[in-house]
């Protein structure tokens, strides 16, 4: 089969390799779609816990049932699915078990033409959904869900921020986020990207690459009782001056590392909570599934790239040109 490859460290080629089969326990998927995760260019980069390489990349990805392995009952085949990535969450509804692994490193990922898969991650796909949103949900979609509605506890009365609109896990927050019934607002190094997300409920938003946005949004909107984040770095001290006080600023990733100082004072004081979060539980998943379908939540899609054509989808996702979901067609 054709499969995305690194070879080794920023090394990235389209190559021949063995078509998996279906383990006990397992079923084999022919994938219609699969979508990128920044998780996927950290990888590439040679920038993630527990490299091995090579490696097939991909965590999202949606198609057809086509064959079972031992001990699974024959009726998952012809059924078009959605996969879980987050595996062995464990026990704990807190945090993860310490046998948590995300499908795409250690386990081959979504970015060819079949992957196999424990009959325990599959899911129905929603009936709404084309195969490009149905694969570019689950990562994105379940690490916004937990972010918002376990860890901020959104409340349809928050006015909430969410940093970076052009993520595709900023995305989901501000859909579900409106959804909810939330006044939210968002940040963007683009105009345009800031003006995509008011069309999608967004009430507005500011330019986190301007000096004194923060300053600007609390004359225009007061302060924020959630703010999601995944930048991190410097910004985290605009984002501590942007949350009220007694708020919630909710981080799911450091795209631009550490803070070299942080207002420890400023937290203490004014009640904040800083909050981490990753991916999401097998409840999270039901529930964020559930959501998806009773609200008709359609995921956002910046590109379609064919297989083939991976190397161009990665080089988008690199340069931040995205404004959703980055979708690689299959078949
Ligand atoms: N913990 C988890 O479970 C989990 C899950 C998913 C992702 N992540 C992490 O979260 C981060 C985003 O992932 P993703 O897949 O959503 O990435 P993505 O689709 O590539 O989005 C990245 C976005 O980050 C925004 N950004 C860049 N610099 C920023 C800054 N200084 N301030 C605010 N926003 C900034 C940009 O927004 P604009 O284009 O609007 O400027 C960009 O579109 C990555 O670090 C990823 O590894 C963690």
Redesign the pocket.
């Known amino acids: 089969m054709i499969a995305v490859q690194f070879p080794a460290a920023n090394a990235f080629e389209i190559a021949q390799v063995a078509q998996p089969v279906a383990q006990a326990g397992e079923v084999l998927i022919t994938l219609k779609a699969a979508a ?7 990888i590439k980069k040679g920038q993630y816990m527990g490299l091995k390489y090579p490696c097939t990349p991909g965590s999202d990805g949606a198609g057809v049932v086509t064959a079972v392995g031992a001990g699974v009952s024959g009726s998952w085949i012809g059924k078009e699915v959605i996969i879980n990535p987050s595996f062995n969450w464990g026990n704990k509804e807190s945090a993860q078990s310490d046998q948590f692994t ?1 499908l795409g490193l250690p386990r081959e990922g979504t970015c060819a033409e079949f992957i196999t898969i424990p009959e325990s991650q599959l899911e129905l796909k929603p009936k709404a959904l084309s195969w490009s949103e149905a694969a570019a949900l689950p ?2 979609g ?2 916004a869900w ?1 972010a918002l509605k376990e860890r901020a506890q959104l409340k349809s009365t928050d006015r909430v921020l969410v ?9 989901f927050a501000l859909q579900f986020a409106v959804a909810s019934g939330a006044e939210v607002w ?5 105009l345009e ?2 003006s995509k ?1 008011i069309s999608l409920g967004a009430k507005g938003g500011f330019l ?2 301007e000096t004194g946005w923060v300053t600007h949004a609390l004359k225009q909107t007061g302060a924020f009782d959630v703010i999601i ?7 985290l001290n605009d984002l501590i001056d942007a949350v009220a006080s007694g708020g919630k600023i909710v981080f ?5 590392g550490n803070p070299t100082s942080i207002a420890l004072l400023k937290i203490f004081w004014r009640q904040i909570s800083l909050l ?5 539980s097998p409840s999270d998943w039901k529930a964020m599934i559930a959501f998806v379908e009773t609200y008709s939540i359609k995921p956002v899609i ?1 590109n379609v790239f064919s297989l083939a054509e991976a190397s161009d989808a990665f080089k988008l ?2 340069k ?7 979708v690689l067609k299959i078949s």
């Open positions: 990128l995760n920044h998780r996927d260019v950290w995300i990562l994105a379940l690490t937990r940093s970076g609109i052009g993520g595709g896990v900023a995305l968002v940040t963007s190094s683009s990207k800031i997300a986190y690459t984040d995944s930048a991190g770095g410097e910004g799911y990733g450091a795209t631009c981490g979060t990753t991916m999401g910046s996702m690199e931040g040109g995205q404004f959703g979901k980055i």
